[in-house]
């Protein structure tokens, strides 16, 4: 399954997400389009693993600043604030990988106070109740805020995971972004909910 999955990040990155409607269907793999018929805690972990996926690309649809890259050996960090619901998982997910020849290190905070170099950043839905107070700390930051936590981008966060019915979608919040001097390429905003604070 772990083979699979990044065989298809892959090709999910080259086809540049031609074709893909507004909402993302999970139909990866026969084992990962019906989580209800899957054990109980079976299902949370294949659709985490699906989500390491996109992590990795949303790295290459998203621009970055020059400063956020001091040099061309610093890596692209994709971190975890809170608890993991990842696992090993998403570090087997960017193993070996390079975007824009950068290779891709994976990163796990406790605090925003811990974060120095980071460029893509999942909260946790363990922290929605300090969603305000750690997107507060983050502002200014070159960082792209990606979580599954409800009200994301209401509270001013960048991309959030809807999951529905089996079915994976985004919802992404583009002047959260753009204050962050991030671009976001039209080709991950095509199949994308825009919103903004408050219109989730």
Not at 30 to 39: G, S
Not at 106 to 118: A, D, F, M
Request: a positive charge; charged letters at 25%.
């Amino acid at each position: 399954m772990a083979h699979f999955l990044k065989a298809f990040a892959r090709t999910w990155a080259r086809r540049e997400l031609r074709g893909l409607s507004a909402v993302w269907l999970v139909a990866f793999a026969p084992a990962l389009t019906a989580w209800r018929d899957l054990p109980a805690q079976t299902a949370p972990a294949q659709e985490y693993q699906l989500k390491a996926v996109f992590l990795f690309n949303f790295a290459q649809f998203v621009e970055w600043p020059p400063q956020a890259f001091p040099d061309r050996q610093v890596p692209l960090v994709i971190g975890v604030l809170g608890e993991d619901p990842f696992g090993a998982y998403l570090d087997e997910t960017v193993r070996d990988e390079k975007v824009n020849n950068r290779p891709l290190a994976v990163q796990r905070y406790r605090r925003v106070e811990e974060i120095k170099s980071c460029h893509v950043l999942f909260i946790s839905r363990s922290e929605s109740d300090r969603l305000d107070e750690i997107l507060a700390g983050l502002k200014g930051r070159n960082i792209l805020t990606v979580s599954d936590a409800d009200g994301f981008a209401q509270h001013g966060g960048m991309i959030r995971f809807v999951t529905e019915k089996n079915k994976i979608r985004l919802k992404i919040n583009l002047d959260a972004a753009k204050a962050a001097n991030l671009t976001i390429s039209s080709k991950l905003l095509r199949p994308a909910e825009i919103v903004g604070p408050g219109g989730e």
